[in-house]
């Protein structure tokens, strides 16, 4: 069913929304009092499952970790991972103060004042200025510690951006909906005229036999040739294996799983093309002819919207 929320037209059936589109964005922050983690995620369209990783200094050793998180919720799409670090751990490491060398330093100061009877004292500009007495020692992280405080917002944002997904492929399985809809009615145009033009077929074709023969032929021959050239403008079998296929693309379209689908509808687009210009070819009728470009149109418009459906 249809519902709204926030202004937003959502499709759900068994509390889980359906169709999902392969666009989407998700952004989530988590950390403790030694630093925080920026999230961001971004989903496009991609034939297969790509997974790009921007990771910080230090947190290498988790990218099989996020990498492993996303392909268990998503089956398609490319997707662009970036995990920034903010806050005291920004940089990696800490400054941290040498004091054994910063007391031997002022110690050596005041001896060589008293000895020579300098002027002046030991400024913390000038012992600052020394070597290796202010330094960056990198701060190695527990891993597993690092990874439980991640996790949950890489969770949070994953469900934003599959939240989006969903909200945008119910809108694109409402559009098609409407364009299978508008099919239907041709098709069903097509197979009221189909019966018309088998029936055209075979007085054109008899009128002119008449015409070419000049004896009289065999009736029953005459007749059963007629029969065979009129079958082939039928396209009775084309219409069942399309209504068919229209049945599976509908039953997909509306399937409460979260399997991924996109690549079937196409196919099943694929086939009912196939059909459609089967029709064209065989039916030899204008009416007809108008009402398989409209078919063909609406097809190649789903056919769009289906290229980001995941």
Sequence with gaps: MLYAAEGRILLQQGGLLMIRSMTGYGRSEAGDADGRFSIELRSLNNRYLDIQIKLPRGLAVLESRVKKTVQGRFSRGRFEVSIFRTGEREHGGRLSVNEALAAQYVGILKDLKARFGLSGDAELSLVAGFPDLITMTDVKDDPEALWRMLSTGLSQALDELDRMRGEEGALLAQDIRER????????????????????????????????????QPDPARLAQEIAVLAERTDVTEELVRF???MTQFRSMLGGSTREAVGRKLDFLLQEMGREVNTIASKAMDAQIAMDVVLVKAELEKIREQVQNIE
């Design 180 to 215: 299978l809809e508008a099919i239907e009615r041709a098709i069903k145009a097509i197979s009221a005229r189909s019966p018309v033009t088998v029936e055209n077929a075979r007085k054109r074709m008899t009128e002119l036999l008449n015409r070419l023969l000049t004896e």
């Design 243 to 245: 209504a068919c296929h």
